[in-house]
Antibody, heavy 120, light 110 residues
Framework: QVQLQESGPGLMTPSETLSLTCTVSGGSIYSDSWTWIRQPPGKGLEWIGHIRNSGGTHYNRSLETRLTISIDTSKSQFSLKVTSMTPADTAVYFCARLYCGRGGCLVDYWGQGTLVTVSS | QSALTQPPSASGTPGQRVTISCSGG????????VNWYQQLPGTAPKLLIYSDNERPSGVPDRFSGSKSGTSASLAISGLQSEDEADYYCATWDDSLNGWVFGGGTKLTVL
């Protein structure tokens, strides 16, 4: 059973850079792709981006100038950096596994999520 | 505004059958498989249906998915109180070159 756990700051001030880390256990970080998804309070889900086990990345076009997703296989972790945070970036940030098989791709295992609040 | 359109709410009584729709376009639902997620309050989404109509191990067969053209549907039969949750459809969008989610449907069991 793959398990994921996000870690990072809960409270930030505007213009700061968000750094989140997701630790993967119970499965190999080498074998799949890994993604970040966020959910503003009371709103729906928004895909942020993902990183393949090869290291290649794919970003949401509306956010990509501010994003960096990286992977550290030695620590079984992948990370998200978002620059120039504003209150509009306040959300629960989820890390998750992106699995692709013959029938298509799906996000199957999710972390519990971490609330990031941006406020002055 | 989401690339996939879902009704904001749905409701039913215990034992009833409820369907939730997800409308998209040729670049998303029309070209790629659809997944459905259930999100209980305060928790992470849970995969409910993948590849349009497949259920992961452990998901009751009361839940089923279907797709036709650029629309998909989630059906829940034998509605139970624990089904009260938010439901999201999701798929890849070839034009946006990214994953897209529906806006979510809040299901109330009356």
């Amino acid at each position: 059973q793959v398990q994921l756990q996000e870690s990072g700051p809960g409270l930030m001030t505007p213009s700061e850079t968000l750094s989140l880390t997701c630790t993967v256990s119970g499965g190999s970080i080498y074998s799949d792709s890994w993604t970040w998804i966020r959910q503003p309070p009371g709103k729906g889900l928004e895909w942020i981006g993902h990183i393949r086990n090869s290291g290649g990345t794919h970003y949401n076009r509306s956010l990509e100038t501010r994003l960096t997703i990286s992977i550290d296989t030695s620590k079984s972790q992948f990370s998200l950096k978002v620059t120039s945070m504003t209150p509009a970036d306040t959300a629960v940030y989820f890390c998750a596994r992106l699995y692709c098989g013959r029938g298509g791709c799906l996000v199957d295992y999710w972390g519990q999520g971490t609330l990031v609040t941006v406020s002055s | 505004q989401s690339a996939l359109t879902q009704p904001p709410s749905a409701s039913g009584t215990p034992g009833q059958r409820v369907t939730i729709s997800c409308s998209g376009g040729s670049s998303n639902i029309g070209s790629n498989t659809v997944n459905w997620y259930q999100q209980l309050p305060g928790t992470a989404p849970k995969l409910l249906i993948y590849s349009d109509n497949e259920r992961p191990s452990g998901v009751p067969d009361r839940f089923s998915g279907s797709k036709s053209g650029t629309s998909a549907s989630l059906a829940i039969s034998g509605l139970q109180s624990e089904d009260e949750a938010d439901y999201y459809c999701a798929t890849w969008d070839d034009s946006l070159n990214g994953w897209v989610f529906g806006g979510g449907t809040k299901l109330t069991v009356l």
